[in-house]
């Protein structure tokens, strides 16, 4: 088959990504000034949420036709890719700096939720079953998380409104088309790399597990990518890391619990490592926060984070 129509896509796909990445940011930024709502706020719930439907959109169809590795992959592959290769991408292009409350909170919840996903794939290791999967029991307990991680964001939504010129001020029509249109262009944008990605990759007979990890996980984080690229451009660093961190939590509790409900995941204990991988990237994360500028990701740690993420697909491919 020849890849030149899915190379096509792929690029037209990169151009909706761009796009729909710069209109969201500037909607998400006006309408947090608007509404007297912390940019962290938008970027862990509205943000987070509009770049993570490639996610929902690819588990929920891997859910139903069954496909364990692609479920998994898509998940764990994407959350690694969030903080090593966006966040690091991202901190390149200008240093993140970070809120008292995301230090000691929001980065917490991300690492936690990767916890609770190595938890709950383990029940050999709990209580000897050899039936190692996410079921629908589990998958509520994630929903349940998720529930408590939206209560702690409308929590800290309100804030005393503060002076930001910087940010691109529209009027409620031009935010929701902003929105809106950023949006689209994202979802679509994502769904058309993905889609066209694994169709090359398919070419060269690449393993399901392999593609889970690596192209669908890249290509349904595109868009965490070029928002929060954009954003750190912008110098909206908020909504950068928290556009991060919100997605992670978003990708396990959300996506996963309803993966989970629609049909049990059956869980391959070699994905052990990449959850543990996981972990320490969180913990990575969070060390960083204290290391160089306080709060801040400099461009020194961000590039041990892209280094660190060459060598762990590096391995991917030796390990297979």
């Known amino acids: ?59 929920v169809f891997a859910s139903i036709k069954g496909r364990d590795g692609i479920i998994f992959g898509n998940i764990i592959g994407s959350n690694i890719v969030n903080i090593l290769l966006i966040l690091g991408i991202s901190g ?16 917490p919840f991300a690492l936690m939720s990767a916890v609770v996903l190595l938890v709950l794939c383990n029940d050999l290791l709990l209580n000897g079953s050899v039936n190692e999967e996410i079921s629908r029991s589990d998958g509520i307990v994630l929903l349940l998380f998720f529930v408590i991680f939206l209560s702690y964001a409308f929590v800290i939504s309100k804030v005393e409104g503060k002076d930001t010129p910087e940010i691109k001020i529209l009027s409620g029509f031009k935010i929701s088309l902003y929105t809106i249109v950023g949006l689209v262009g994202l979802i679509v944008g994502g769904k058309m790399v993905v889609e066209s ?5 398919m070419e060269f007979a690449v393993s399901e597990k392999l593609i889970g990890l690596t192209i669908v996980a890249v290509g349904t984080s595109l868009p965490e990518l070029f928002t929060s690229a954009v954003a750190a451009y912008k110098r909206k660093s908020d909504i950068a890391i928290g556009n991060v961190v919100g997605s992670n939590i978003f990708n396990i509790f959300f996506i996963m619990g309803i993966s989970a409900l629609i049909t049990p995941c059956h869980f391959q204990s070699a994905l052990n490592v990449d959850l543990l991988i996981l972990c320490v990237a969180s913990i990575l994360l969070f060390i960083t926060m204290f290391t160089g500028e306080k709060r801040s990701l400099d461009r020194w740690e961000a590039i041990f984070f892209i280094v660190f993420y060459g060598a762990y697909v590096v391995y991917l491919f030796i390990r297979k």
Do not use: Q
Not at 11 to 23: E, M, N, S
Not at 92 to 107: F, G, L, Q, S
């Open 1 to 59: 088959m020849s890849i030149v129509f899915p190379a096509l896509l792929l690029t037209v796909g990169f151009v909706l990504l761009v796009k729909g990445a710069d209109f969201l940011v500037d909607g998400a930024s006006s309408l947090a000034f608007k509404l007297s709502v912390s940019e962290i706020a938008i970027g862990l719930t509205i943000v987070a949420f509009g770049t993570s439907t490639p996610e929902l959109i690819v588990n």
């Open 92 to 107: 390149v292009i200008y240093p993140i700096k970070t809120e008292k409350n995301t230090v000691w909170r929001e980065i």
């Open 197 to 201: 990605s694994v169709s090359i990759a």
